[in-house]
């Protein structure tokens, strides 16, 4: 049979990913730091986007306006409601975009998220006021220059520096770094040594070892025995092996509680005031409090970016079409631009709509969570949701990414809520995010001088009716940060 070449028509379908498409899903998936950068990025290179600004009245700064909590749960109830009706009203509806830049100006002076800044506020910028703390390395380096060290000692000194880790420990060895510089060794350790007598004691140590016995130096508690302790027996005190410490050293076992009791006393993390990295404090998108016996949902739209069309741009477009036979060299460009904004504006609008719908189907599946506590917490899982919704689990999922919602019980990120099954023996199941918070309060509540192993800890848990084995709860452990009940057990 002979092979010959040919075409035929065929109908299918296929979903094209359209770059507007593309930007809706970036926008879904951005948090709400990431959201602020993406608008200011797009305010600078599309002309025709806007922010929404508000005339502050001039006395407004000096009044001092205090709410009461009737009057602000009222407000959260108004804005919730508001919002509520406009998915309603929008959920399959084109926006009016004549109508939305005049809205969102009116409502935007209405709210208390945003002001314009005046040209004339004498107020010194932030960054002019702040001052950026200093790092451990160049804290020893600012020590070392007070030191009458030679210009080749100076040089391994600023070395040796820039070697320390943020907790205060030499991470390459002296003899590594010498060959590495072509410093001559000896000179290098008495460089070391010196470093090693600068604030804060036990900075430039190579090991645990030699960082509790610099403090020890520092602090002068040298006793003979506390010496011994650190040098030979670190790892009898980490497994609280307090008998063998004695009987090696052939003191008493009173003696060796107080040896130990100076041991905790140092500290293991000299660097732990030069913390790498400023706090990062969380701005929730979601809020959640309850009214009268009922739980609201309310988007936090306070310091978010507040878009609109440039009116401007608008009426010279409108003008270029009016007059077709002027010379209308940007009108394509305007176009463009024109259509992009209101193509960010929507998608924004509906990133806002996913996630209150999202977290209001979590907060009626977790209703008992929010009233009772973690023990409440339910098994959840993205598909929950996902099904409810009748949106696909991939898009629930990049709405609960690095998304947080404000609770009377604290601030938690909406993958929080989602939890995978643990088994009871009565045929009911419970979160693992309950399991681990029980866990805990299990712990906290144990007999220091008699801490409970894993396996007391799963015969507790099954009295409740908890199927969990004994490897899984070393896992829920380890985890929280707990540690073993060998390591648990208080020394004296």
Known sequence: MAIKIGQSLGLGQSLTMTPQLQQA??????????????????????????EVASEASDDYSSMEKEFTETEAVSGRLEEASSIVD??????????????????????FQASTGGSKNNSDDETPNYENIVTKAATLQEYVLDQSREIDFTK????????????????????????????????????????LDTIQ???PPGVGARDLRECLLIQIRHFKLRNGIVERVVESHLHDLENRNYSAVAKAL????????????????????PGRQFGPDAPHYVIPDVHVFKVGGEWVVSMNEDGLPRLKVS???????????AHPSKKNDGKEYLDDKIKSAKWIIKSMEQRQR????????ILERQKEFFEYGIQYLKPMVLRDIAESLELHESTISRVTTNKYVHTPRGIFELKFFFNSAIGRSDGESVANEAVKSRIGEIVKSEDQNKPLSDQQIMEMLGKENIDISRRTIAK???????LPSSKRRKPF
């Open 476 to 482: 829920y452990r380890e985890q929280q940060g707990i």
């Open 197 to 199: 007598h600068f604030d």
């Open 152 to 191: 080749v000692e100076r040089a391994i000194a600023e070395q040796i520096a820039g070697n320390i880790n943020d907790r205060g420990y030499l991470v390459l060895p002296i003899e590594d770094l010498a060959e590495k510089e072509g410093f001559d060794l000896e000179v290098a350790e008495g460089v």
């Open 311 to 321: 009116p401007f741009y608008k009426d010279m477009l409108k003008d270029q079409k």
């Open 25 to 50: 899903i970036k926008l879904l998936q951005l948090s709400r730091l990431e959201l602020e950068q993406f608008v200011e990025t797009q305010m600078a290179e599309n002309p025709v986007l806007e």
């Open 250 to 269: 052939g003191i008493p076992l009173d003696q060796v509680y107080t040896n130990v009791g100076i041991i905790a006393g140092l500290d293991p993390i």
């Open 86 to 107: 406009q998915v309603g009203k929008n959920k399959e509806s084109e926006v009016d975009w004549e109508r939305l830049s005049n809205y969102e100006e009116s409502r």
């Open 354 to 361: 996913t996630i209150l719908r999202v977290m209001e189907k």
